[in-house]
């Protein structure tokens, strides 16, 4: 079996990753589904773009990204328009090692919700120590950088993240620290960078590091807010490893016909969990189908698999609900055309 790694950036295959399916049950239902039938697809004449579709992508990272000017000497705070702070010492922005005087430019990207993850591609996928791919929680994915004159700076000492406010039934206690993991043809840390999350050990003791959770009184009443620190520049998130205890299956996602790993992409929506989504970024190219890394998909677990791409300059999507069963495969049969508001709306809607 091929399996091929999804890489929207440069659209080239990965390496083979070597699987052992089991064949009795599994073959019988891949053969089925593989047999295209008349509700598949034909693509004729207009493709899909999968260089649009990672257009796209950018673009809406980069009508995200807020600025702000703060002065070298000073440091300061900065907040988002969705309330997330970050609080920078005196003379921490640097080049080359050598703090830097003068107004620095402070450049930030707050993601909250699973339709800004999906439209801007930074799912909630994991990726441990052992390799294994699983999906996270997400409290927040943030984006923080600076430059000064067009060139991009250091981040010289310790500064702080505070996430926007959260209703204290809503405080998770379990999330942790990730970072945008390192990755050999893709920069993980840059605006565009899409490498999946690992945990991060931001003070360098060996050690994931704790979120610590503030409290405060609003006008509404209570509320409480996760903390953390950063010693670089780079992408971060608030998460915890998604858990659940149970029998777990392999997941395949039948395309209609003409699509694949270099221009389309496939997520895994959680239900349930507003901040949980993974992306389906192994092809096989013998079954033709996504799937997954390691056949940790919960058996029984209640998911929405989402399809977005782009045809003829237009977004195109589908989305299906399902209840996950041993060996699943699950077939889409055709996309429609939507705006991208509209898709925003659906997937904030899902449960």
């Known amino acids: 079996m091929n399996l091929q790694k999804q890489n929207f950036a440069n659209l080239k295959n990965s390496k083979v990753v070597s699987r052992t399916i089991k064949m009795l049950g599994l073959a019988t239902i891949i053969s089925f589904a593989s047999c295209k039938t008349d509700n598949d697809t034909d693509i004729l004449g207009v493709q899909p773009n999968g260089a649009a579709l990672v257009s796209r992508f950018e673009t809406n990272r980069q009508d995200a990204l ?40 402070v450049k930030l990207i707050e993601i909250y919700d699973k339709a800004s993850m999906l439209l801007q591609n930074k799912s909630t996928l994991g990726q441990r120590f ?28 310790m500064a702080n993240v505070t996430s926007r406010p959260v209703d204290i039934p809503n405080i998770d206690g379990g999330m942790k620290v990730f970072r945008s993991g390192d990755g050999i043809d893709d920069d993980c840390n840059g605006v565009n960078g899409t490498c999946d999350w690992v945990e991060a050990d931001e003070n360098g003791d060996g050690v994931n590091d704790d979120v610590q959770i503030r409290d405060g009184q609003g006008a509404a009443g209570e509320f409480a807010s996760y903390t953390y620190d950063i010693g670089s520049f780079g992408w971060t998130n608030l998460d915890r490893w998604y858990s659940y205890t149970g029998a777990k299956t392999e997941l395949f996602i039948d395309v209609p016909d003409g699509f694949n790993q270099d221009n389309c992409a496939v997520y895994l929506s959680y239900d349930g969990e507003p901040t949980a989504l993974a992306r389906m970024d192994v092809w096989d190219s013998n079954l033709e189908m996504f799937t997954e890394h390691y056949g940790l998909i919960p058996i029984g677990l209640q998911v929405h698999i989402i399809m977005v791409a782009e045809i003829d300059g237009q977004l195109n999507y589908a989305i299906q609900g399902t209840t996950i069963v041993d060996n699943h495969v699950e077939v889409i049969s055709s996309l429609s055309p939507i705006s991208q508001p509209d898709l925003e709306n659906l997937i904030n809607g899902l449960p």
Do not use: H, R, Y
């Open 66 to 105: 807020q600025e702000f000017t703060l002065d070298a000497a000073t440091g300061g705070v900065i907040t988002g328009s969705q309330g997330t702070q970050v609080t920078f010492a005196p003379n921490s922005f640097g080049l080359n090692g050598t703090p830097v005087t003068g107004n620095v430019t």
């Open 130 to 157: 052992t390799g294994e791919k699983e999906a996270l929680k997400s409290a927040g994915e943030f984006f923080i950088a600076a430059e000064q004159g067009g060139t991009d700076l250091e981040l010289l000492a």
